[in-house]
Each structure stands twice: as structure tokens, then as C-alpha cells.
């Protein structure tokens, strides 16, 4: 299941279960450093020193070195807006949606009701380059009037984020005493910037390892090869402008059912299924993008 979402009170919820349980401490500081001492590992912050045989660390520090990875930048606007009647089918929710101006990037369209008189409205960009906060609020707004036709509505909350997508390999950050997570984890699906669904794979994952007395970093491993290489090659062929995204993604979803190309984007597919989704794709200039990546 890919898991786009809006989620109120999910901090609130993550905050009980840590209160309810007895064997977790919640510690707000700012992290200012690490550094690995005698088989342990010092965190320093501005709280002062923390000392642990083993440390997850969400915190993003990796230099990439742009020329030898793919990497652009998933980056977007969201608004959460309310409307004075019901407007949304809160059963449903719009996922990328191409129809407005591509440019020259990749630009689509999210619409995830929350109810039927909420929902979160969203554009995300794929490019290097970002854009002024007025811009992404005019193609929103635009989006709302136009395409869902609405007038009348009040904005309750914006969102902004930057996501990499890059065929960096961020595990090889891990150490004997640190294993990285969440997105400094390389948990962020380098093709579509999701990574909920990912942490949570991590998560188990590296639960499995630490019971079964392995290292946590080989947790890693549950990233398949196999879709890291379509991640990239897909990536390749957007930054060397070969196709269109929005044509890559809609020829995807045109000739197959919508649950194989979720299943291919949360990576729970077969060779074979991936072949047949493959299909309508121009095979020689992914095949050539393929190579390149691998070159890089
Ligand atoms: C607005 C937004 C919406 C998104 N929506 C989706 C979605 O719908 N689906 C999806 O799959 N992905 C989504 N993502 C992708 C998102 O990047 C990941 O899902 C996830 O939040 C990344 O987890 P993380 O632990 O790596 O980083 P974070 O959740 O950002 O956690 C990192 C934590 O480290 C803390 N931190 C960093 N530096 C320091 C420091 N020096 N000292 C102390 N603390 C520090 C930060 O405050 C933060 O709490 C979204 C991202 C954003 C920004």
C-alpha cells in the first residue's frame, strides 16, 4: 500500500504510545554532533552527552556527490483547505494527476480529502531547481478554482517539503555503531519521494536483525537491488530530459490495472509482472539510461 497522507494527530498518537510505554525516554535537544569512542557512540547535543552502544540516526548529513549519483528534488506545496458545504468524496483521493502545465520538469497533483468538507490539496515538482512560495501557492490555487471548481473555500494549514531522490546509496553511511534511518537511511523510494511504508519495512526490518543478533545495518538489504536500478534509471532518464515523466507515468497507469502499478511502486512486484508493466515504456532509451546509470 502506498501510503500518501495527511494525517492530524499523528505526532499526538506517536507521543501517547511512547508516554504509555515503559521503557522509552524522550529526549528534545538539537543534535550538534557524533562521534564513536571505545565501542560506544557519544552524541552530542545541546542538552549535553549522550552515550550508547548503538545509535539510529535520522539526521540527513550526507554530502552526494551530484555528478557520480542521479539526484533531484521532489519539492511541494500543500494547502489544507475547508469548504462551507460538503465538496470531497473522502472515500477516494485524486493521485497524480498531470493535467497541469509540465514545464520542464515534472509536475503533478494530489488531492487527498480528509472529509467531506476538508481535504489536502497538494503540488509536487520533480527538478532541481525550487521555486518561490508564490509559485507553487499561484498553480494550487489555480488547480482549485479550475480543475475542482471552487470559489469558496478558507486555507487552514500550508505544507512545504524538499525530498532527494537520488541513487545515492545511503547505507554504506552505517557504521558498527550507527545505523542511519528514515530518509538519511535511504528509505525515501528514489522514483516517487514516498517513505512512510519504507520506514516501516526498515523498522521491522532491523527489529528482525536485532533478534536475530545481527547488525542493524544489514536491515538495508530489505531495499531491493533490483528496484533501486529501475529507480535510478528512471531518475537518469528524467535528468537527461529523455521522456516525459508525466508520459512515463500515465502510459504506466493506461495499460495496467492500478493495483500492479501501486504494487511496483511499493516494490512487492514479480519480474515477470514488471515486465509486462515495462512494456509500453521506449525500451531502448531506458535500457540506455540503464547502462549510464550503472556507469555513473
Ligand atoms: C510535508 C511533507 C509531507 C510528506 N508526505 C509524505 C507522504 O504522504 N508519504 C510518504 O511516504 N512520504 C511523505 N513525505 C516524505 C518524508 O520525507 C518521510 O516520510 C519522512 O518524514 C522522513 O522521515 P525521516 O525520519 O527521515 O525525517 P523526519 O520525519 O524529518 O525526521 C527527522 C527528525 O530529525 C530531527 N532533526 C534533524 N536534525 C536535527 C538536529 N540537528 N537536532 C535535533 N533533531 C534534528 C528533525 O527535527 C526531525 O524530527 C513527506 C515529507 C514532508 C516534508
Known sequence: MITACYCPGLFEHIHRRIKESNHVHFQQASYLRHQEVDCRVEVVTDQGSFFAKHVFSSVFQAEIDKKKYVYTDQHFKGWVIDTPEP???????????????????????????????????????????????????????????????????????????????????????????LTYIGTAGGAVKASSGYAFDRIQLHSDAIATCILQGRHPGRAADVFKYRHKLYDATLLQVLDKKRYRGADFFETLF??????RVFDFLNEET??????????????????????????R
Request: glycine content about 4%; hydrophobic content about 40%; charged content about 20%.
Open 87 to 177: 465538496r470531497f468524496d473522502d472515500t477516494a483521493c485524486t493521485f497524480m494527476d498531470f493535467s497541469i502545465d509540465q514545464g520542464d520538469e515534472v509536475r503533478f497533483m494530489y488531492v487527498l480529502p480528509h472529509s467531506p468538507t476538508r481535504a489536502l490539496v497538494e503540488l509536487a515538482v520533480f527538478s532541481t531547481t525550487l521555486w518561490s512560495q508564490q509559485d507553487y501557492d499561484r498553480v494550487v490555487q489555480q488547480y482549485i478554482r479550475e480543475q475542482m471548481g471552487l470559489d469558496q473555500y478558507t486555507v487552514k494549514e500550508t505544507e512545504f517539503g524538499i525530498i532527494p531522490m537520488t541513487s545515492y546509496p545511503f547505507e554504506k553511511n552505517n557504521t558498527a555503531l
Open 254 to 259: 493506461q495499460r495496467n490495472p492500478a493495483s
Open 270 to 295: 514479480s519480474l515477470r509482472e514488471e515486465v509486462v508493466l515495462m512494456a509500453g515504456s521506449p525500451k531502448h532509451l531506458f535500457a540506455w539510461s540503464m547502462v549510464e546509470s550503472l556507469l
